[in-house]
């Protein structure tokens, strides 16, 4: 079965420091992978996906990725944390040609101290 | 961009009352909805997915006679969660797929639906 892990489940930073979430998945087959965020109050939006090609994706707002298949991880980072950015990070993926349903991770909520 | 809203955002009711919960793509024909649940602290588990013009297909463990899932029209998905009981209550959130543009597209989310039952 399908499964991701996100290692930190809270995140604290101070701004301009950077940053690094981990997410590791399990599956025996070809992913899509998926970065969502979900500021407060608000619903999930996409931050950047991977389907094929360079494993470095770069996404919104400064954030990128990067798949490693060897290590089965899409780890997200951004050189430079804002206030802004304070949030609850969710990796996802789904299985290439499925119907697209998504398996989670349980999230990591990042606090930005300004 | 790809709008999906959710209705109602906060329901309160009895325990043993049906709820629905409604699930429309705005701007966007989707083929493809997905209902899922959040516990507190807890990731979002999928629930079902919903098909236009076909039955959802349920997430093991998902009682079909529970939630009732129909999905009508190419922008409107509705969870009906029947004679529900306290331990029903949770945070509910729809997604939907623009299939306009072929497979693989990213899936777009509504805002969510606090249910709680007394």
């Known amino acids: 079965a399908q499964s991701v892990s996100q290692h930190n489940h809270h995140v604290i930073l101070s701004e301009a420091a950077s940053l690094e979430l981990g997410c590791n998945y399990s599956?025996?087959?070809?992913?899509?992978l998926f970065w969502y965020v979900q500021y407060p109050g608000q619903h999930l939006q996409l931050l950047l996906k991977?389907?094929?090609?360079?494993?470095l994706v770069k996404g919104i707002k400064g954030f990128e990725a990067e798949f490693i298949k060897s290590k089965f991880s899409f780890n997200l980072r951004k050189p430079s944390v804002q206030w802004s950015d304070t949030a609850e990070y969710f990796c996802a993926v789904n299985a290439r040609g499925s119907q697209g349903n998504l398996i989670f991770g349980k999230g990591t909520k990042l606090s930005v101290k300004p | 961009g790809a709008v999906v809203s959710q209705h109602p955002s906060w329901v309160i009711c009895k325990s043993g009352t049906s709820v629905k919960i409604e699930c429309r793509s705005l701007?966007?024909?989707?083929?493809?909805m997905f209902w899922y649940r959040q516990f507190p602290k807890q990731s979002l588990m999928l629930m079902a997915t919903?098909?236009?013009?076909?039955?959802?297909t349920y997430e093991q463990g998902v009682e079909k006679d529970k939630f009732l899932i129909n999905h009508a029209s190419l922008t409107l998905s509705t969870l009906t969660v029947t004679s529900a009981h306290p331990e029903d209550s949770s945070f509910y959130i729809c997604s939907a797929r623009d299939w306009g543009f072929g497979g693989n597209q990213p899936q777009h989310f509504g805002d969510g639906t606090r249910l709680s039952i007394l």
């Open positions: 991977y389907f094929s090609g360079d494993p």
């Open positions: 701007d966007f024909q989707a083929t493809t």
């Open positions: 919903s098909n236009e013009g076909s039955k959802a």
């Open positions: 599956y025996g087959g070809t992913v899509n």
